[in-house]
């Protein structure tokens, strides 16, 4: 999405609340730092180059409660390394590449945000390392991560997201490895696998996700989704059917040729 061009002058609606699918220019870039009671904010095709005065605009907006900034191409590279982001946020979406040797340094300045609950992000280029420091986030409630981790490990640790209720892995193509340490993702309540083509097991931990109603697995392997189905039919009572025994709706599909079904 290009985004709306915002006509000059935008700066004299100081009292402007709301302002969304605007596309990024210099000139708007400069003029929006004067909207300091906006609530919702959502800008469109970002550029690197749109990076600081983007940062700046935004570090004054203190009472900002939704942002969403969507870049200009999938590669883009959004260099955040000072980008401040208010208390009062609580739904953030970032899609665009991160710069990889500064992003855990920015995402451990979130460690702030006790307000966000629903964090996006897209085409971020997030590994092992970096996933780790977005545990930082406890007061988060819904993760959604989209074409925008590119490790083959994803490991949960004692104690993270403790407040998590959804989380999406979408377009994760290397992902092989999911681990679930006892007491991470406490209440949990629904999981999503999509397009995780190498994910030929169930995550390792799954069974102390007491709280998990919902496990949806599409596109991960063929491999996976043919095994769960098997197992589901089989008389004998497998390793994977008792870890996921506890969970109400276990649903497989294949998008490729329009099968989903529920085995549980």
Not at 68 to 92: C, D, H, K, M, Q
């Amino acid at each position: 999405v290009g985004g709306v061009n915002v006509p000059n002058g935008i700066q004299h609606l100081a009292g402007l609340r709301a302002l969304e699918c605007v596309k990024a220019t210099p000139v708007f870039l400069r003029e929006v730092r004067a909207l300091t009671e906006l609530r919702t904010f959502t800008v469109c095709n970002v550029r690197s180059e749109h990076s600081a005065d983007l940062s700046n605009a935004i570090s004054k907006m203190s009472h900002l409660v939704h942002l969403e900034i969507v870049a200009a191409a999938e590669n883009e590279v959004l260099r955040f390394e000072g980008l401040y982001l208010p208390l009062t946020l609580s739904w953030l979406g970032l899609a665009g590449q991160l710069e990889k040797t500064s992003m855990p340094k920015l995402l451990s300045s979130w460690s702030h945000l006790n307000s966000l609950t629903q964090l996006q992000l897209a085409f971020s280029n997030i590994d092992e390392e970096t996933f780790s420091c977005l545990c930082v986030l406890h007061g988060l409630r819904s993760l959604g991560l989209m074409k925008a981790f590119e490790g083959k490990r994803l490991e949960f640790c004692a104690g993270s997201f403790p407040k998590l209720r959804f989380l999406h892995i979408w377009g994760a193509a290397q992902l092989n490895q999911v681990r679930i340490e006892e007491s991470a993702l406490k209440i949990l309540a629904e999981l999503w696998f999509t397009d995780c083509p190498e994910l030929k097991f169930l995550p390792d931990g799954i069974e102390h996700l007491a709280a998990l109603e919902k496990l949806y697995l599409e596109d991960t392997s063929e491999e996976l989704i043919e095994k769960l189905r098997q197992e589901r039919d089989s008389d004998e009572c497998s390793e994977d059917v008792m870890k996921i025994s506890h969970i109400r709706n276990v649903t497989v599909a294949l998008s490729h040729n329009g099968f989903e079904e529920r085995i549980r």
